[in-house]
């Protein structure tokens, strides 16, 4: 069964701090991979994806997570990180198959930004 | 504007009283799934449905049923509550899971059971 683990749960950075959120899935074939974040009170939104191609994907707000396919990885990463990057991040997993029904979750990293 | 939208926000009820959580999309969405957000546990999949009249159970369906009788529309119904299913849930809508499209969330509902 496929299964996503985000090890760090609570990370504590200050003000322009590098930021590198892990991201490990179990599954042997091809994925589609996803991180969301969750911003105070609010909803989950997409922040980037990767289904093929170029394994560093961009995404909004100058985040981006590289595919490491030999590591099962997709870790999420920002040079310089604000204080209005506080939030939630759930990294998710799809298998690449046509028939894929569902999105596995992983339980969430949580980060804090000092100002 | 696009959206999926969930009601209530926010449910206090008693064990037992059967409630309903409705969703809407209004984006065309073939595919519509539930959640529940718990605390160290991150989002649960409790059912989903892949289209009208098509539904299957996720990794936590114990104690609540689905319907999806017209597309736009997935209540999701807790026939008895019970206090452990006091949680936030959220409500999802994809093109299609098949196409790899990213899901789009309501903005939750916070059910307390007493």
């Known amino acids: 069964a496929q299964s996503v683990s985000q090890h760090n749960h609570h990370v504590i950075l200050s003000e322009a701090a590098s930021l590198e959120l892990g991201c490990n899935y179990s599954?042997?074939?091809?994925?589609?991979l996803f991180w969301y974040v969750q911003y105070p009170g609010q909803h989950l939104q997409l922040l980037l994806k990767y289904f093929s191609g170029d394994p560093l994907v961009k995404g909004i707000k100058g985040f981006e997570a590289e595919f490491i396919k030999s590591k099962f990885s997709f870790n999420l990463r920002k040079p310089s990180v604000q204080w209005s990057d506080t939030a939630e991040y759930f990294c998710?997993?799809?298998?690449?198959?046509?028939?894929?029904?569902?999105?596995?979750f992983g339980s969430g990293t949580r980060l804090s930004i000092r100002p | 504007e696009a959206q999926v939208t969930q009601n209530p926000r926010y449910l206090i009820t008693v064990t037992g009283k059967k409630l309903t959580v409705t969703c809407s999309q209004n984006?065309?969405?073939?595919?519509m799934s539930w959640y529940r957000q718990d605390p160290g546990l991150g989002l649960r999949q409790i059912y989903y449905s892949m289209n009208v009249e098509v539904t299957d159970k996720g990794d936590v369906p114990e104690g609540y049923k689905v319907s999806r009788k017209e597309k736009r529309n997935f209540p999701l119904i807790l026939e008895s509550p019970s206090p452990n299913q006091t949680s936030l849930y959220f409500c999802a809508s994809s093109l299609s899971i098949q196409n790899n499209s990213p899901l789009h969330f309501g903005n939750g509902t916070r059910l307390t059971v007493t």
């Open positions: 984006m065309n969405h073939e595919y």
């Open positions: 998710a997993v799809t298998a690449g198959y046509s028939s894929a029904s569902k999105i596995i």
């Open positions: 599954y042997g074939g091809t994925v589609n």
